[in-house]
Nanobody, 125 residues
């Protein structure tokens, strides 16, 4: 199982980015996948999750600005980020677990079995 993130970069506040997570070794239609982020000096936190049936959950800090989605034909997970703020600056990771489903929650990071290497997002004011 391998997850590879891309799409990070530097953007001004109010801008947008779309992160991608290319998956191999299983299909993104399977169970729970999520996006997490970790800012310097802070703990890793959950951002969004998505289930097999496309049920999504979001952290309060990003709800209404971020959208998680997946393309089963491309075996890819996405995170569309709009109205970016300087506090969104972090290293963003995608993660997967085969069971149980996310059910619109943001599961703890310890419950995920597989992780990507991360992609950096920097938002300047």
């Amino acid at each position: 199982v391998q997850l590879v993130e891309s799409g990070g970069g530097s953007v001004q506040a109010g801008g947008s980015l779309r992160l991608s997570c290319a998956v191999s070794g299983y299909t993104v239609s399977s169970d729970c996948m999520g996006w997490f982020r970790q800012a310097p000096g802070k703990e890793r936190e959950g951002v969004a999750s998505i289930d097999t049936d496309d049920t999504a959950g979001y952290a309060a800090s990003v709800k209404g600005r971020f959208t998680i989605s997946k393309d089963n034909t491309k075996n890819t997970l996405y995170l569309r980020m709009d109205s970016l703020k300087p506090e969104d600056t972090a290293l963003y990771y995608c993660a997967y677990r085969p069971w149980p489903r996310c059910r619109a929650t943001i599961p703890t990071m310890t419950s995920f079995n597989y992780w990507g290497q991360g992609t950096q997002v920097t938002v300047s004011s």
